[in-house]
T-cell receptor, first 114, second 110 residues
Framework: EAEVAQSPRYKITEKSQAVAFWCDPI?????LYWYRQILGQGPELLVQ????????DSQLPKDRFSAERLKGVDSTLKIQPAELGDSAMYLC???FGQGRNEQYFGPGTRLTVT | SQQGEEDPQALSIQEGENATMNCSYK?????LQWYRQNSGRGLVHLIL?????REKHSGRLRVTLDTSKKSSSLLITASRAADTASYFC??????????FGSGTRLQVQP
């Protein structure tokens, strides 16, 4: 069964350092999402791509976060510089889009900023 | 901000019992979805119910939707230890990506 791949699974970094996460969605899924999940809460959307275009980044802290999906396939989320409050699980999900929006999630990247 | 709010926040039951969790939301929706998350892992889609549907079944899962009350419930029958997880409702308003609630943590005691 096809899965969403994410790496790394765990990342520990010092504050003010740069960190990057990678996501490879299920083949054929046009829509890709990055979520942040704080322990004990539900996922909150950071950015949504339709193919290579950003369709919603209203909740992305653009002073330090950036995301790209250059060829409309895999995606990278970057934080620079990392802050203590960025410690969370970063989840990537994909869906077919166009009305078929059940989302398939990757295993996530657990980020700890020290 | 999170549109959906699950109730209860935590639930502990014995294996074989039924588990019911509720979700309330604030605005009109196209559909509502339920997801499961095992500890430290990604979410798994369980079931989708459209705004014109009132009830849906999938295996041991039964979901109801009352759009007049802006609420949904998820019933897991004959629970198993493997059902131990967090359960999230997520609403699709058609305007942006899904909005997730804060989840119900279910513990099924063997």
């Amino acid at each position: 069964e096809a899965e969403v791949a994410q790496s790394p699974r765990y990342k520990i970094t010092e504050k003010s350092q740069a960190v990057a996460f990678w996501c490879d969605p299920i083949s054929g899924h046009a829509t890709l999402y990055w979520y942040r999940q704080i322990l004990g809460q539900g996922p909150e959307l950071l950015v949504q791509f339709q193919d290579e275009s950003v369709v919603d980044d209203s909740q992305l802290p653009k002073d330090r976060f950036s995301a790209e999906r250059l060829k409309g396939v895999d995606s990278t989320l970057k934080i620079q510089p990392a802050e203590l409050g960025d410690s969370a699980m970063y989840l990537c999900a994909s869906s077919f889009g166009q009305g078929r929006n059940e989302q398939y999630f990757g295993p996530g990247t657990r980020l700890t900023v020290t | 901000s999170q549109q959906g709010e699950e109730d209860p926040q935590a639930l502990s039951i014995q294996e074989g019992e039924n588990a019911t969790m509720n979700c309330s939301y604030k605005t009109s929706i196209n559909n509502l979805q339920w997801y499961r998350q095992n500890s430290g892992r990604g979410l798994v889609h369980l079931i989708l119910i459209r705004s014109n549907e009132r009830e849906k079944h999938s295996g041991r899962l039964r979901v109801t939707l009352d759009t007049s009350k802006k609420s949904s419930s998820l019933l897991i029958t004959a629970s198993r230890a493997a059902d131990t997880a967090s359960y999230f409702c997520a609403t699709d308003t058609g305007r942006r990506a899904l909005t997730f609630g804060s989840g119900t943590r279910l513990q099924v005691q063997p």
